[in-house]
DNA sequence: TCAGTAAAATAACAAGTGTTATAAACTTGC
DNA sequence: GCAAGTTTATAACACTTGTTATTTTACTGA
């Protein structure tokens, strides 16, 4: 039978092989599931309330299933994390384009998705996770945006870009970070104005 | 003899009297000491790793003084967190007046405190403990330094110097924040000259 | 039907948390 | 020295965490 050990003597013990006399029961609780489960509960009630238990209760498992398709609670974490950062790109990608001025866009997006997103927006831009991107690498999403903003900003006559973006950014990460605190609490109309106005101050000023 | 009950009846049982028999054993372990080893840990480990056993294990004791100087660990947080805000406040007194815009001086400190002293710049202005104060609360330290700054604007003949602080303190803000999470790293000289000039952006733009 | 296998549930372990009961050690006034 | 009271240390309780051993359940091919 095909169960029976090959004359060959290189298989490894238990080696799964094709044609075997039994196939593997259906898996019913897949590594998708407990990833959309962990990433739903980490934009309702943040990355801390994560742990395996929590997770099992919400997917409606134990936590077998968890530890079957993750190696640990690391390899979780971090896949949540990856999701996130995945998700910022998609929330950026599909934020209406309201503003005219460079970097305006990227931060009106980045504002909206702190006061919606705001645990998210913690793990993403706030705390210091280990294997943390850096903000620049989160912002540019694989499709360039910072590039595409400063390259805007270049296009519109201005001499240092690079100055430009950062001056507009510590201004666009500040009133993200005072959303969440509750320091910061402005409609989006008022925070399109004040991007738009700021960036005219930064743009105009002496280099 | 003075350890008699007093004839009225009003004492309450073993309510503490002057004058009884025997007097109380010498404390060894002060609410004070318990209060600085906690805030010596908040500032070099973090809030999140004041738990009473740690602190116990700083102070070299057990955990029982702990809890028969606070309540309970609830009261030793807010305590700590207290004690960090008023250690704020003492920090900018001291601090060195390096710029001469409005905002500039407390702006180059908060930013100097967010770099020195990141544990408690997070519990005091990042992360959302309960009991929290106001940013704006924080920033004044019973002293009205905000209130300082802005009158200061509005002798320099700013129309709207509420306006022009917020302005300053989302740049400042930004700055502050992403100094922890690495994002940020200008020298003090690098950062007086940005305070400056944004200032000048800021207070020349149309209002 | 029936092995055989994989998946899931149950239960447990080892750590760590706040908190508390109990007992020992210490100070103090007489 | 002694009795009384305070402070401290020890140990325990109840809970939560990640993780794993064990048992039960369910599926699959013959």
Redesign the pocket.
């Known amino acids: 039978?095909?169960?029976q050990a090959p004359a060959s003597g290189f298989r490894k013990r238990?080696r799964?092989m094709k044609?075997?006399?039994?196939?593997?029961?259906?898996?019913?609780?897949?590594m998708q599931m407990i990833l959309d489960t962990a990433f739903a509960m980490t934009r309702e009630e943040g990355f801390a309330?994560?742990?395996?238990?929590?997770?099992?209760a919400r997917a409606?498992?134990?936590?077998?299933?968890?530890?079957?398709?993750?190696?640990?609670?690391?390899?979780?974490w971090q896949a949540v994390y990856e999701k996130a950062a995945a998700f910022f790109g998609d929330y950026y990608s599909l934020y209406p384009r309201m503003g005219r001025a460079p970097f305006v866009n990227l931060g009106m997006a980045y504002i909206a998705f702190a006061r919606e997103e705001e645990h998210l927006f913690e793990l993403l831009f706030v705390n210091s996770v280990p294997g943390k991107k850096s903000m620049y690498e989160l912002l540019n999403g694989g499709e360039g945006n910072v590039v595409y903003e400063i390259n805007l900003a270049k296009a519109a006559g201005c001499a240092d870009p690079g100055d430009l973006f950062m001056k507009m950014w510590l201004f666009i990460h500040g009133a993200a970070c005072m959303t969440l605190t509750g320091d910061y609490d402005l409609s989006d109309v008022q925070t399109l104005e004040l991007l738009e106005r700021s960036y005219q101050a930064f743009a105009s000023g002496k280099q």
């Open positions: 039978m095909a169960a238990r799964r044609g075997m006399v039994h196939m593997a029961r259906k898996e019913t609780i897949t309330n994560v742990t395996a238990r929590k997770v099992a409606g498992c134990s936590t077998q299933p968890i530890f079957r398709v993750y190696k640990n609670m690391d390899e979780l």
